[in-house]
T-cell receptor
Framework: NAGVTQTPKFRILKIGQSMTLQCTQD?????MYWYRQDPGMGLKLIYY???????DKGEVPNGYNVSRSTTEDFPLRLELAAPSQTSVYFC????????????FGPGTRLTVT | DAKTTQPPSMDCAEGRAANLPCNHS???????VYWYRQIHSQGPQYIIH???NNETNEMASLIITEDRKSSTLILPHATLRDTAVYYC???????????FGPGTRLSVLP
């Protein structure tokens, strides 16, 4: 099993462009998350989902949208990209057990110029 | 804001035990303490978690003080591949939000 897969690995966007970061998991976990990590900083939660059809905002949701039509996929949409969205984006999945540990994908490095 | 306090950096000699401290003085009774690490630019890797009792797995040991206000992650025989940023995390409330602070940058030296 691959765990969490993210595409693309790298992307450069121009200001105002839009894109979708893809995230897929093969463990049939209900819980999925999107984080961003700015240089030298910890991770901040953007959005999360506790199951298909259910999403909720995290700490820094502005400028992003998500959807969860299947258990496997949790895409993150950036509309009108801004330089402040330059970051590394990590998708994670969780088993949903009481202890809620999370397992992360390899990340997408996004630059907005 | 993160509910934990960690030293920004630590060094450890290869083959020796690495002891990484974490303070979480405002932890609630049912909140778990989690440890993750991030090697270079990879996604964070789950290491261990605990509630009250000490825990051990194939990667590390977690020692939680009796008052639960602090904990220590122990890597018993550190290797160069353990060089990473280590995050101590306390789950906020009972929701899904994990708060990653800046962590401790551990350098294992040959």
């Amino acid at each position: 099993n691959a765990g969490v897969t993210q595409t693309p690995k790298f992307r450069i966007l121009k200001i105002g462009q839009s894109m979708t970061l893809q995230c897929t998991q093969d463990m049939n976990h209900n819980y999925m998350y999107w984080y961003r990590q700015d240089p030298g900083m910890g991770l901040k939660l953007i959005y999360y989902s506790v199951g298909a059809g259910i999403t909720d905002k995290g700490e820094v949701p502005n400028g992003y949208n998500v959807s969860r039509s299947t258990t496997e996929d949790f895409p993150l949409r950036l509309e009108l990209a801004a330089p402040s969205q330059t970051s590394v984006y990590f998708c994670a999945m969780g088993s949903g057990t009481l202890s809620y540990e999370q397992y992360f994908g390899p990340g997408t490095r996004l630059t907005v110029t | 804001d993160a509910k934990t306090t960690q030293p920004p950096s630590m060094d450890c000699a290869e083959g020796r035990a690495a002891n990484l401290p974490c303070n979480h003085s405002t932890i609630s009774g049912n909140e778990y303490v989690y440890w993750y690490r991030q090697i270079h630019s990879q996604g964070p890797q789950y290491i261990i978690h605990g509630l009250k009792n000490n825990e051990t797995n194939e990667m590390a040991s977690l020692i939680i003080t009796e008052d639960r206000k602090s904990s220590t992650l122990i890597l018993p025989h550190a290797t160069l591949r353990d060089t990473a940023v280590y995050y101590c995390i306390v789950r906020v409330n009972y929701g899904q939000n994990f708060v990653f602070g800046p962590g401790t940058r551990l350098s294992v030296l040959p």
